[in-house]
């Protein structure tokens, strides 16, 4: 069976359904292939593929942060085969996620559209009807041009992935409190960066961790001051699971995919919001005109 191009999303409710339409789009051509789903999914693959034929990844690790998954999986196993048409499946989106999560999720299968389009990839995203509420599965209809069911494709009658994004770009947690450091300038990066990491240690984040935390204070304050055009407030807080880094500025980040680009050979800057998303759990940013609030996550389990 040959595959087109595309974004297409994959209803499933049974195991058997999810082999049936997962393992021909994996196993029936010579195109380079990869799969990054969530645990209990990639136990079933690896039951059924070569992993010798099929890169396996595990979701729950590589796209613990949604928005890593576009530069680090999706974009880092495409870029190796340039010249050849390339079909992934990503399944970012399970029962699992917690309802503070799904919203990036849900811009992240929105900004698949955009990331690959003109490129000989196709993206395949598997979701599970029978354990997913029905928001998800509205905003699957939305985010892909294509639907396949085990018995029939179509063609998404409601595709509109940039309602999606829109919907999404939500405010977030308000810490209660004034801010722990208000960044001016350049000058104040570094009391920036040394604040996080002893805030770190006295909220609890483990000593690994911490130079983590002080890269992300640097990029988003420093990102902050740099594109705001005007102060960036920075706060650290925890919950009972989580340490958070959180900055606003007076700034509007145009680029939907900020932070999700992969850097270019001989690049100089422009690399600071990715370096967030690979570091962090997760992250999220709600922008307007004239304000820009971030939202980085770790977990202090981890």
């Known amino acids: 069976m040959t595959y087109s191009h595309g974004h297409p999303a994959y209803f499933y409710r049974t195991d058997r359904q999810y082999l049936d339409g997962i393992v021909p789009f994996l196993t029936e051509s010579q195109d380079p292939v990869a799969a990054a789903v969530p645990p209990a999914r990639l136990e079933l693959l690896r039951t059924v593929v070569d992993p010798a034929a099929v890169t396996l990844i595990d979701m729950s690790v590589a796209g613990r942060n949604p928005g890593r998954i576009i530069p680090g999986v999706m974009r880092a196993f495409a870029d190796k085969h340039p010249d050849r048409h390339v079909r992934i499946v990503g399944e970012p989106i399970w029962a699992g996620r917690t309802a503070f999560e799904y919203p990036a999720c849900a811009q992240h299968e929105a900004l698949i ?14 979701y599970d009807v029978s354990a997913l509420d029905a928001v998800a599965i509205a905003d699957a209809r939305q985010n892909h041009p294509e639907i396949w069911e085990p018995e029939r494709r179509y063609t998404s ?34 009391a920036a960066r040394h604040l996080a990491a002893e805030k770190a240690a006295l909220l609890g984040l483990s000593p690994e961790r911490i130079p983590d935390l002080e890269l992300i204070a640097t990029e988003l304050v ?21 340490l958070i880094c959180q900055t606003r500025d007076g700034g509007y980040i145009a680029d939907p995919l900020a932070g999700r680009h992969p850097p270019q050979r001989g690049q100089f800057g422009g690399r600071g ?30």
């Open 273 to 302: 919001l990715l370096l967030v998303h690979q570091l962090c759990d997760l992250f999220r940013t709600h922008t307007t005109p004239g304000q820009t609030t971030q939202y980085a996550v770790l977990d202090l389990a981890g």
């Open 113 to 126: 559209n955009l990331a690959f389009a003109g490129r000989a990839v196709t993206i395949l995203c598997p």
């Open 157 to 190: 009658k409601c595709y509109d992935p940039k309602a999606v994004i829109d919907r999404y770009n939500q405010p977030l947690p308000c810490p209660g409190s004034a801010p722990d450091m208000i960044v001016s300038g350049p000058g104040d990066v570094g």
């Open 222 to 242: 420093t990102n902050g001051i740099a594109h705001g055009d005007s102060v960036c407030h920075m706060w650290l807080y925890r919950d009972e699971q989580s």
